[in-house]
């Protein structure tokens, strides 16, 4: 009874919040709304820059309910924190703020060009641009770009970032990071080179197409060996764009300023608009809601999406509606089908299911169309390589019985089967999925079990082959993102049958197929990213040919923006928008 | 509470100050103890409880993509590669005489008290939690302030108006305090009050010291929240005590002295009343203290339920360990101080 | 009811209950109703009591716990709370204390004679003093409350004085002692001297020894007669026991069911009792000079219920001779009639047949 009436008092909490929030939406607003309203238009920043501006001045409000997980750029993994480090944290290279695929082309930062590639794509030569400085004045040297690359390896002191660079370029040498080296200069990385203070070098031992995105990543950003102070960095780490940080309160409020060192010549990104940015994190996310639309906030940073009263808002009102943007995050989710576990061992029941599946269910137990499109492949729309291959029809949202039929008669099982759905106990979503789809194979006489498993444990339970067999696990719902936005760093762990682990395993399919991993191999040998993601699109067409994921939806989060806000882009490589290129139209 | 009233009679000698210290000199080692027993539960469960699921504890405070290196770093951070007993033995150790901390760069002393590090940002847990205590202090201090004369008048007045209008009123809007939950009331009044009327700011902490207009405006609004919520407690409680209070045959007599009302209520019936409540007064401050989750986070304040809701939140062990002992330390501290109080106001209860 | 009947029973109110002006009594109760409204009905706990006590004299009011003996003394008192209220007690007749109307006079003025003009010992002196105020503050508190130009030194000696009156060893510091620290003896003895603390002309106690061991008993009593002596107050003194009157009464009241059954002197209330309730509260009560203790007999069946009390003469389920009196018991309320000099009784069996009862069966076993 009592837990009835809360949830009465929560509904009412909504509308209360729903009828009061508008009416401060009108009284407090900050945003000259009748400049933006013109050019401003729902995913308008997904296509176009959305109020393109120079004019400098004002700070930026951004707001947050959860803190970064570090300021240090080496040690963080927040999608939002790496936004952020588009502010105070350069790289050799960088995403440029541009909308559409454009934004996935990396181009020059701290470079002076893209790298000189030679020795068969194992040699990155990079120089780095003059006249670079840390915010401290000291100058900024290749140095301090390798020293910084070093830091990664000190994975014990500086635990929490991405680990890419220290896997590639370790190459036997078991580099212990820095603060273990015994170089007395901290230089004992041996494949990384600075001939001179204005060159790096990078040696691979093989060829790979995505080493420059992990370049672009902030974990290599540089760093001034003589202010590192190792685990206390993330405190107050040194800038190289333009702002840095002022202060910096955990959990409660980052205040950046513009960092006096940094010089526009220098850098072709960024065009350091607002004179300060204050984020301020609260610890109530329909509060944030409120003052976004209030005009009181200019950006939740967070990026995953207003909660749903502010949602039921923003959707029925044009107004709201035209400062959001709701496009895809890079994250895929999808219901893999195992190969080891009959009778998913034939292609033919696998297709059946793809058939039998009603995408428009599937995308409801999702939260609806503003949390994802229906997907029709494995590779979201931010990832290069994408296109809109649907051999299914998924597409059109409806089961098609009759096909899924004829698929069942020819695996052998025209009258249907019988297997088990594991979804993880702690994503109500998942479980709705689960739910959805046994209701529609159910229609031709697929039944499924739907097993509800520790969500904590997912890298045992499902990613443990011989539990999943043990289970009889024929069916499993799963989701995926990627860290950088090319296709091998995306699909390659789903499919490449070398990649199936006895613990941790995320080729959930268990598909070992030779082709597919061939051209797995040749993509990683090329040099150009296109060509890469050519290869890629042939692997993603030849995965879902074998029908082994059921992909579900492309996650999109329906966020909003202040109109005062200028520049305003979506960056599809970080799947939000970004930080780095926006600024205010009334300079306050 | 019938156990530590001694009704024998003429036999009682009235307490002596000696007597005194040395029970509160007692008592504040049975803190100290319960606070022992406090952290080696702590302790044990989020060591213990993994273990005995067979995974291993450091897997719980790994980030994504945990390499090897980075989860054994962690593990001697948190001091999980030693025997379990030698990590409560070194826990304990810190918070005597400080431990010491390897940055990679250097050493990074964290004086004593000494509850670890926390993992989310490297700073002393207790710095944290001693920054956050005046927020949640100044948070339960007015709260608590309102709802005792809040809950303890309207509960009087409903105990001598009973079955008045007044009464059935202040009773049911009592059972509605009690009932509604903190993230209605909060939000409502922030958007009433902060956003419809503009009369308060948009809640955040401002530090007394600094400013002390603007530490109670913007306190004003968790402060009535919170105050609702418990006022109501209290208005019943006052109310079912106070009616058991008129009952008794004392309240006869002192009107049989020919006692106005005003000094048969407002002293006789009011100090027996204020007893059973007083003890539930420091119980819920003590717990409040510890922190007050909902109305932190609804209103954006950065006290110590907010480190708590974190600290869980990022698997931030060292935090979670510090809150709870901080937690328990006014929560043991208001027992004390509760039963103190009541030995000064109940003669008949006896330091013993 | 017969002529000769109605006649006697005027003669009656003549003497106790009739004058609407002030009587010359100290105190004087007149047709006094007090009736409580509860879900089950009604409950009449006193329906039209009438009685005088003189100055310095003492009254005993007699009779089982629900016969309306403790609510006729808080009456007198005017401790009833929410008096006239919807759910409160409806209370009416006439209480005249030394020529001052309480019923319908303003509360505040019985206030103020409250612990000065009249006080009141209660029968549990554990419960009915406050356990957190030192004996002391209890005793001052009334004194000062009507003498406020009183120090508060004066007060505290005062309440030593009081203490050593009614025989509290060590005065001087049992006067800073609560409640909890004196046995149940000496608790009534500090009890007795709250209800002093203003020399009150007036002394309601309520079961003074109920509660006490019987040796305390005899001695509770005694100080009551000596003080009574001492400061010439009037005394009622509320028991269910006959016993702890009969050395101390002057008069004798015996309530049955909120009325009256028999009241008289008390001399007369021993030897000649008219009334067979009042024979059998003799009979159940003990006594050291009683030679055969055996045949102590109680009072046979329950109280009567006071909301819907038995028809006729309310002691008749209980009567042993209800047979004597041609079914009128059962069918007439009995009015107090006059049985002897100032002493009258309520019962419907002939004098001469009560009397002729009295001597040949009650009597030899008393």
Same mark, same amino acid.
């Given at each position: ?24 939406g ?31 001045? $004002? ?52 470079? &002076? ?13 990079? #120089? ?7 915010s ?46 015994? @170089?007395?200069? #901290? ?16 040696n ?8 420059e995105?992990?370049?672009? +990543? ?16 993330? #405190? ?7 702002? +840095? ?14 960092n ?11 065009k ?18 409120s ?13 995953? $999406? ?6 039921a ?18 994250f ?5 089908m ?19 599946a ?46 899924? #039929? ?11 089967? &019988? ?18 789809l ?11 079990t ?6 904590a ?6 990613g ?10 024929g069916? +499993? ?12 760093g ?12 006895a ?18 191999d ?19 067409? +030849? ?33 939000m ?8 139209? @009334?300079?306050? | ?31 100290? =103890? ?52 030698e ?55 007015g ?16 105990a ?69 919520l ?49 003890? =539930?007064?420091?119980?819920?401050? *003590? ?5 007050? =989750? ?10 110590? *339920? ?43 209860v006896?330091?013993? | %009811? ?45 329906? !039209? ?38 759910? !409160?007690?409806q209370?009416? !007749? ?23 003009? %009249? ?9 009915? %003093? ?10 001052t ?44 003896g ?13 020399d009150?002309?007036l ?72 009334h ?23 009072v ?67």
């Amino acid at each position: 009874m009592i837990i009835r009436n809360r949830a009465l008092a929560a509904v009412a909490v909504v509308g209360a919040v729903a009828l009061t929030a508008s009416a401060c939406g009108g009284s407090k607003g900050t945003g000259s709304s009748s400049d933006a309203a013109g050019k401003s238009s729902f995913n308008a920043a997904v296509t176009s820059i959305v109020n393109p501006s120079t004019k400098k001045g $004002g700070t930026l409000q951004f707001w947050a309910n959860q803190d970064v997980d570090s300021l240090d750029p080496t040690r963080s993994y927040y999608a939002f924190a790496w936004d952020l480090q588009r502010l105070y944290a350069r790289t050799l290279l960088t995403y440029p703020s541009q909308p559409g695929t454009a934004g996935l082309q990396l181009t020059p930062d701290l470079a &002076s060009a893209m790298p000189t590639i030679s020795n068969g794509g194992k040699t990155y030569t990079f #120089k780095l641009r003059s006249g670079l400085k840390f915010s401290d004045g000291a100058a900024l040297t290749s140095k301090d770009v390798k020293y910084g690359i070093e830091r990664d390896f000190a994975q014990d002191v500086l635990p929490g970032g991405p680990v890419y660079l220290q896997q590639i370029l370790d190459e036997g040498q078991k580099y212990p990071g820095p603060y273990k080296d015994t @170089d007395p200069n #901290k230089m004992g990385l041996k494949s990384v080179q600075t001939p001179d203070p204005q060159t790096i070098v990078f040696n691979l031992a093989a060829p790979n197409s995505d080493f420059e995105y992990y370049l672009a +990543m902030g974990a290599s950003t540089p760093v001034e060996q003589a202010k590192d102070t190792g685990a206390n960095y993330q #405190k107050a780490p040194l800038a190289t764009g333009p702002y +840095m940080i002022q202060s910096y309160t955990p959990n409660q409020a980052i205040k950046f300023v513009r960092n006096p060192n940094w010089d526009q010549s220098t850098d072709p990104v960024r065009k350091a608009l607002p004179d300060a940015i204050n984020v301020t994190i609260t610890t109530n996310a329909d509060d944030l809601d409120s003052r976004l639309l209030a005009g009181t906030a200019d950006l939740d940073i967070g990026q995953v $999406g207003v909660q749903t009263a502010a949602q039921a808002k923003i959707l029925t009102n044009p107004q709201l509606k035209a400062n959001t943007d709701d496009a895809p995050n890079g994250f895929i989710r999808y219901i893999a089908m195992d190969t080891k576990v009959a009778p998913f061992n034939n292609v033919h029941c696998r297709k059946a299911v793809e058939y039998a599946a009603n995408p428009t269910d599937l995308q409801t137990a999702r939260g609806g169309p503003t949390a994802g499109a229906i997907a029709t492949n494995m590779l979201p729309p931010n990832i290069l390589g994408h296109d809109n291959y649907d051999p299914y029809g998924l597409a059109a949202g409806k089961a098609q019985v009759d096909k899924a #039929k004829q698929e069942l008669a020819l695996c052998g099982q025209p009258n249907g089967f &019988s297997t088990t759905i594991a979804a993880r106990n702690n994503k109500p979503k998942e479980v709705k999925t689960a739910e959805a789809l046994q209701a529609s194979l159910k229609a031709v006489g697929i039944n499924l079990t739907i097993d509800q498993y520790d969500g904590a444990q997912s890298s045992s339970v499902i990613g443990a082959p011989s539990v999943v067999h043990k289970k009889g696990y024929g069916l +499993m719902v799963f989701g995926w993102g990627a860290d950088y936005p090319t296709a091998s760093g995306f699909l390659s762990m789903l499919v490449d049958g070398r990649q199936i682990l006895a613990d941790g395993n995320n080729n959930l399919s268990e598909i070992n197929d030779p082709q597919i991993n061939s051209l797995i191999d040749k993509a990683a040998a090329e040099t150009d990213p296109k060509a890469a993601a050519a290869d890629y699109t042939q692997i993603n067409h +030849m995965v879902m040919d074998q029908a082994l994921y059921l992909p579900v939806v492309y996650d999109q989060a329906l966020n909003y923006r202040n109109p005062r806000l200028t520049n305003v882009v979506f960056l599809q490589a970080l799947g939000m928008i970004d930080f780095a290129s926006l600024g205010t139209s @009334d300079g306050k | 509470m019938g156990g530590r009233r001694s009704l024998q009679g003429e036999a009682a000698a009235p307490g002596q100050p000696s007597a005194v210290l040395l029970y509160i000199v007692r008592r504040l080692v049975n803190v100290v =103890v319960m606070l022992l027993v406090v952290s080696m539960i702590t302790f044990g469960i989020f060591f213990m409880v993994p273990k005995l699921t067979g995974t291993d504890p450091v897997y719980l405070y790994v980030g994504k993509n945990a390499t090897p290196a980075a989860v054994e770093g962690l593990r001697v951070k948190l001091g999980l590669d030693k025997p379990l007993y030698e990590q409560y033995g070194l826990y304990l150790k810190g918070i005597v005489v400080g431990r010491d901390y390897s940055t990679g760069t250097g050493v990074e002393h964290c004086p004593a008290p000494c509850l670890g590090l926390s993992v989310q940002n490297e700073d002393p847990v207790w710095g944290d939690l001693t920054s956050d205590l005046p927020i949640t202090a100044s948070l339960a201090a007015g709260a608590s302030v309102l709802w005792l004369i809040l809950g303890v008048g309207t509960g009087a007045l409903s105990a001598l108006r009973k079955r008045s209008i007044g009464d059935r009123v202040t009773m049911v809007t009592a059972l509605a305090g009690v009932s509604l939950p903190i993230y209605f009331t909060g939000l409502l009044s922030i958007y009433l009050f902060c956003y419809t009327l503009n009369w308060l700011p948009d809640p955040s902490y401002v530090p007394l010291t600094q400013d002390p207009v603007g530490w109670a405006q913007n306190l004003i609004l968790p402060w009535i929240t919170l105050a609702f919520l418990y006022a109501a407690t209290y208005a019943r409680l006052t109310r079912a005590t106070m009616l058991d209070v008129l009952g008794e045959d004392y309240i006869r007599t002192a009107r049989a002295k020919g006692l106005p009302e005003r000094i048969v209520i407002g002293k006789h019936a009011m100090r027996s009343t204020m007893t059973p409540i007083l003890t =539930v007064f420091g119980m819920d401050l *003590g717990g409040l203290i510890g922190g007050a =989750v909902l109305t932190e986070t609804v209103f954006n304040l950065h006290g110590l *339920g907010n480190a708590a809701l974190q600290g869980i939140q990022k698997n931030d062990l060292p935090m979670i360990m510090g809150v709870t002992l901080f937690a328990a330390f006014f929560i043991v501290m208001a027992n004390l101080i509760v039963d103190l109080l009541y030995a000064a106001v109940d003669p008949r209860v006896r330091l013993a | %009811m017969t002529k000769s009947d109605s006649a006697k029973t005027e003669a009656v109110i003549d003497v106790s209950a009739s004058s609407s002006g002030a009587p010359t009594s100290f105190l004087s109760v007149r047709n006094l109703r007090c009736h409580f409204p509860t879900d089950d009905g009604i409950v009449k706990s006193v329906d !039209g009591l009438s009685f005088d006590l003189e100055r310095g004299k003492t009254l005993g009011i007699v009779g089982e716990s629900g016969s309306g003996k403790s609510v006729t003394s808080l009456s007198i008192m005017g401790l009833h709370r929410n008096v006239g209220k919807k759910r !409160g007690p409806q209370i009416s !007749g006439e209480i005249w204390l030394d020529g001052q109307e309480l019923i319908n006079a303003n509360p505040d003025e019985v206030r103020k004679l409250r612990g000065q003009k %009249m006080a009141m010992i209660f029968q549990d002196p554990l419960t009915a %003093m406050h356990p957190y105020y030192t004996v002391g503050q209890q005793i001052t508190e009334g004194h000062r409350q009507h003498n406020p130009q009183v120090s508060k030194k004066a007060a505290r000696e005062h309440a030593i004085q009081l203490l050593d009156r009614v025989g509290i060893p060590q005065p001087d510091k049992r006067v800073d002692q609560h409640p909890h620290e004196f046995s149940g003896g000496m608790r009534q003895r500090a009890m007795i001297a709250m209800a002093l603390a203003n020399d009150p002309s007036l002394l309601i106690a309520d079961e003074p020894t109920t509660a006490l061991d019987v040796t305390v008993q005899a001695q509770i009593l005694d100080l009551i007669r000596d003080l009574q002596k001492e400061f010439g107050s009037s005394v009622i003194i509320i028991t269910h026991d006959l016993g702890v009157v009969a050395e101390l009464a002057d008069d004798i009241l015996v309530m049955y069911g909120g009325k009256c059954v028999e009241k008289g002197p008390a001399d007369k209330i021993f030897t000649e009792p008219e009334h067979p309730y009042t024979w059998g509260l003799l009979g159940s009560m003990p006594r050291i000079d009683r030679e055969l203790q055996d045949r102590l007999i109680p009072v046979k069946g329950n109280p009567p219920s006071l909301i819907n009390l038995p028809s006729g003469c309310a002691f008749h389920p209980r009567c042993p001779y209800v047979d004597r009196t041609e079914g009128r018991s059962t069918t007439e309320t009995p009015l107090l009639t006059n049985v002897g000099e100032n002493h009258l009784a309520a019962c419907h069996m002939p004098l001469e047949v009560r009397q002729q009862i009295f001597t040949q069966e009650i009597a030899p076993r008393l």
